[in-house]
């Protein structure tokens, strides 16, 4: 069946609409699912118009060695059961990681794409590409493709905990990465260059990729654990970058527009948390943050005062105003719903309950939000940094819930703290703190915290859904 080829442009081109409308939906938790299903719906029609573009129906065969149509039907639904499987069994404790190997798998994806199209002109009689600027993008594209792969692999080591988190840096690193990344252009220059034998094109290809992968590695070894989720939403852009260069060595449109739309929303995201850091991009990438242990050079503060559930209950109760403060212990503890019945029973006592979320808390972008709205918190309840840090010396009591650097003072009183210039949310200004962690250590960045050594900070150690649970049976008298 042979479709007109403006009716495949019009179905490109819908489905790029349904994109865009896709990722503006995204912004909000109440209309996130709808901009996932509106995204689904838009993947789809691609997907199909690029089988009729091909002749689909013109040239099927059940013959496996001759119709790669076959092969890729398999390919989706190994791909569909694999995905569905994976992400129904996945915790929300372990969706930062998910979404790295999504995103390294993307990345890997758009450079095999781009070594197909090479291989594919490598056989042909005649030449290895169509002219150099299309030469140009195939090494550019297997470069970022396999980059992105290798750093999102480690990145997934690392939020995994199956490599350490600390930042690793060994003396001259940055040097080998421009020698690495000299190394990489200069490939990809000889392969642009005419009158090449195929032979020597594929080894400078397969260098170009040997080259790229070392690359990934170097690049995201110097980047501590606290500052994986800025990582995964920059090589999340590169990822962009790569399928719009799959796109144009294919003639594909939606592809090109599908990867510009994730490469800018990954920029401007990833501008957008280093501003929340107060640090720059190049500091992120270069500075080694994490490295070493970062103690205050104030000196050791006064010992941490531990109290009960019991005595924690009795200040609560008195509350007129509470504010939570998540952090990645509460996605550990999937303490989300424990919280919203304590919010329930503290909100019946009459206390006015608001929920501070930084920009940076836990480890992806969103990932506070995401745990607070899957247990129905409403999102009026749910206040920026900036919305929030006026009121908090008006506010009887702040919980905060496995929360570090997001709410250590020592990033506006220590100049010599790693963090220090990053706007926190300002919990040490409330009345009373109570901080809730596993244990005494300095949490996935390993930055001393002033706050638990403050006067007007309380300690309760333990599982913070048990301890979350045990306040709302308080006030219930269970």
Known sequence: MIVHPLIINLAYIVACVTFILGIKNLNKPTTALKGTYISILGMAIAVVAVF?????????SFDFMASGFLWTFVAIAIGAVIGAIWSKKVKMTGMPEL??????FGALASALVAFSQFNNLRLLEGGLEKGPVEAVATGITIFIGAMVFSGSM??????????SGRAIVFKGQNFINLIILLAIVAGIVLYVIPGIDPFTKLIVILAICGLSLLFGVTFVLPIGGGDMPVVISLLNS????AVAGAGFLIDNTALVVVGCLVGASGTILTLIMCKAMNRSVGNLLFSGFGAVDAVSKKGPGAEPKAVSTEDAYMILEAARSVVFIPGYGMAVAQAQHAVKELAARLEANGAE?????????????GHMNVLLAEADIPYEQLKTMDEMNPSMPMQDVAIVIGANDVVNPAAETDPSSPIYGMPIIKAHQCKTVFVLKRGKGRGFSGIENELFSMPNTLMIYGDAKATISSLAGEFSGE
């Open 52 to 60: 009729f573009e091909n002749d689909i129906a013109q040239n099927w």
């Open 154 to 163: 480690l990145a997934w080591g690392k939020l995994a905990e199956k490599i």
């Open 99 to 104: 979404v790295a190997l999504y995103n390294g």
């Open 353 to 365: 309950v608001s929920f501070a979320v930084h920009p940076v808390a836990g480890r992806m972008p």
């Open 238 to 241: 590169f990822t962009g970058l």
